[in-house]
């Protein structure tokens, strides 16, 4: 399969689409010295994904190894790759099926295998079936035995995952050039069919009950009452979409939504078309997203369920309980938007700039990590 003298490194996720755990890959893979080190992505569908033509565009390969709820498939194929073909590390970003991936990994000899916690488990238990929050829980104790580094998005991500175990924290980062208001793109509300004057209000994620479209949709209806000028800018994909636009045209609500799908330009739309930005997540590991929000300088309001180090520019973000109906939020995110819509541009891309999030940082610690001996 290679055919370069390049370092490999194999990602172990799900689908390479444009989530936030696959976008800072990309970002990463971007910028990499990819004739010194090169990605490949084990992942569990055969559907083609967001970025997979880039991904090969760039030297890499995708592999199917199974379906996600088929761990002794996905040991099969992982054992048979890595038996194969020589990689310097792998790299798990799920619970779901590093266990696996990790004991294939060990079988072969591959000495560098990472854990990497992008989420809350412990919050992401308390919404799933019990047999699912069981298989979580076992995949979870058994990923500890055979993986030997562990890194984690933030203290709760790795706290929940880890007990205990040594990790370390590492900012995600961001392409913070993107968010650069000197690289002014030829992108504008009126390419979404939105007057000048409307009022934006932005949500980037999957469309799965993480994200919490159904209680963004309620805000959303005292919002349009607070302001008849206001729309929603909905980005992303995902199982619950058809059931959310089934909501928004429930509430008669459909002229003031709009759904994007995935978009390469997010930086691009954050910064030149969305006024506010709005996330009521049930739960979070760190919520990059966020940070690419501040990054712009969008007034925001999120959930109180967001680690502490999502939050870097403390003036333009407001967290909230989810236990506060959606007026709270409505007359929370108006407030907000009022006492910041006029905060600099230029300003919030240099906080961010300066950062633990600015992806130079990450890059130079990934690339200790995957080339430290044994």
């Known amino acids: 399969m290679f055919k370069d003298n390049s370092i490999r490194i194999l990602h172990v996720v799900y689908a390479m689409n444009t989530g936030g755990v696959e976008s800072w890959l990309m970002a990463i893979y971007r910028q990499l010295d990819r004739e010194k080190i090169q990605f490949d992505f084990l992942v569990n569908t055969q559907e083609k994904a967001f970025f997979d033509d880039e991904i090969r565009q760039l030297g890499g390969n995708i592999i199917y190894a199974g379906a996600l709820n088929n761990p002794l498939a996905i040991y099969q194929t992982a ?148 302001n008849p000028k206001i729309k929603f800018l909905l980005v992303g994909k995902g199982k619950l979409e058809e059931e959310i636009k089934s909501k928004i045209k429930e509430y008669g609500l459909d002229n003031y939504f709009l759904f994007t799908g995935l978009r390469s330009d997010v930086p691009q739309i954050m910064s030149q078309v969305m006024d506010a930005f709005l996330f009521p997540s049930l739960f979070e590991g760190l919520g990059l997203v966020l940070v690419e929000a501040q990054a712009a300088g969008l007034p925001i309001v999120c959930s109180d369920v967001i680690p502490d180090e999502a939050v870097v520019n403390t003036d333009l973000v407001q967290r909230i309980s989810l236990s506060q109906p959606a007026k709270e939020w409505a007359e929370t995110l108006m407030t907000h938007y009022e006492q910041n819509k006029h905060y600099e541009k230029e300003k919030a891309y240099r906080i961010i700039e300066g950062s633990s999030f600015n992806l130079n940082n990450t890059i130079k610690i990934l690339e200790e990590t995957w080339q430290e001996k044994k």
């Not at 809350?120 to 580094?149: C, E, G, I, P, Q």
């Open 79 to 226: 054992k048979s790759l890595l038996s194969v073909e020589k990689y310097q590390a792998v790299h798990c970003h799920n619970v779901e099926n590093s266990t696996p991936v990790l004991k294939a990994a060990v079988v072969n000899n591959i000495g560098i295998r990472i854990y990497h916690s992008h989420n809350d488990l412990n919050m992401k238990l308390t919404h799933l079936s019990f047999f699912k929050s069981m298989y979580l829980k076992v995949n979870r104790l058994w990923a500890l035995k055979y993986a030997n580094r562990f890194l984690a998005v933030s203290k709760s991500a790795g706290d929940s995952l880890f007990k205990g175990e040594g990790y370390r924290l590492l900012s995600l980062g961001i392409d913070v050039e993107k968010f650069n208001p000197a690289n002014k793109n030829n992108i504008s509300k009126s390419d979404f069919s939105l007057a000048e004057d409307d009022f934006v209000v932005g949500h980037v994620g999957r469309f799965d009950i993480q994200k919490n479209h159904v209680f963004l949709v309620s805000i959303a209806k005292v919002l349009i009452q607070l």
